[in-house]
């Protein structure tokens, strides 16, 4: 079994559509994430959510918006895609915290390359 | 804000050949993580460095963290082409938010 596994893992729409991308993780962590990867790599954080409490990067637009039905799922919905939302989205889980603190290893899933036309 | 700056953006290597990345902080880290991202792929975790001056290998890779704990580097002895792909540092601040460095490329050269 995939241990985080998002969907779809390519999407094509035009711009001012508006989509989702789904992701799942099986391993019981408590945090979820989504990056923005673009073209030259740049691994941006986009949000972190747990049960307690949702980080917003504040540079993220408010098109973007994440959704988490219970602990193993979140999805990621964008409102009014623009060109430059063009990237592979991942997703990411990891545990809360290691013994000392700090989070654990993140696992990703295998990205979803959004293409706005 | 925060940052950590990580150099090389490319390293070319002939097969065969040592590879190194390095990661620098402006401030002191609570510890480190090392992904690699093959191409076409995602990031996988390698390893996480807590101590002061740790130094871990795995096989060919050896991961340092500085005596600051501002910081560290990933050594490649004896690159082969399985090694390609896109190494990244990420440090965690003292409020255990991930800063991710812009990543290395590793490219073998044919």
């Known amino acids: 079994d995939t241990a985080v596994s998002q969907t779809p893992k390519y999407l094509v729409t035009q711009m001012g559509n508006d989509k989702s991308i789904k992701c799942e993780q099986n391993?019981?962590?408590?945090?979820m994430y989504w990056y923005k990867q673009d073209s030259k790599k740049f691994l941006k954080i986009m949000f972190s959510?747990?049960?307690?409490?949702?980080?917003i990067n504040e540079t993220v637009p408010n098109r973007f918006s994440p959704k988490s039905p219970d602990k193993a799922h979140l999805n990621l919905h964008i409102n009014s895609l623009e060109l430059g939302d063009s990237a592979v989205y991942f997703c990411?889980?990891?545990?809360?915290?290691?013994?000392?603190?700090?989070?654990?290893?993140?696992?990703f899933g295998e990205g979803s390359r959004l293409t706005v036309l | 804000g925060q940052q950590v700056m990580q150099i090389p953006q490319y390293q070319h290597v002939q097969e065969g050949e040592d590879f190194t990345t390095y990661c620098n902080s402006s401030?002191?880290?609570?510890?480190i993580q090392w992904y690699k991202q093959r191409p076409g792929g995602h990031p996988v975790f390698l390893i996480q460095?807590?101590?002061s001056g740790e130094v871990k290998k795995q096989k060919r890779l050896t991961f340092q963290f500085g005596e600051a704990k501002k910081n560290s580097s990933l050594h490649i002895t004896a690159t082969q082409t399985t090694d390609v792909g896109t190494y990244f540092c990420?440090?965690?601040?003292?409020?255990?938010?991930?800063?991710w460095g812009a990543g290395t490329k590793l490219i073998i050269k044919p």
């Open positions: 460095l807590v101590k």
């Open positions: 959510y747990n049960n307690k409490e949702l980080i």
């Open positions: 401030t002191t880290l609570s510890n």
């Open positions: 990420a440090g965690q601040d003292s409020n255990y938010q991930l800063i």
């Open positions: 990411a889980s990891s545990q809360d915290a290691l013994a000392g603190g700090g989070t654990g290893e993140l696992f």
């Open positions: 391993l019981g962590h408590d945090t």
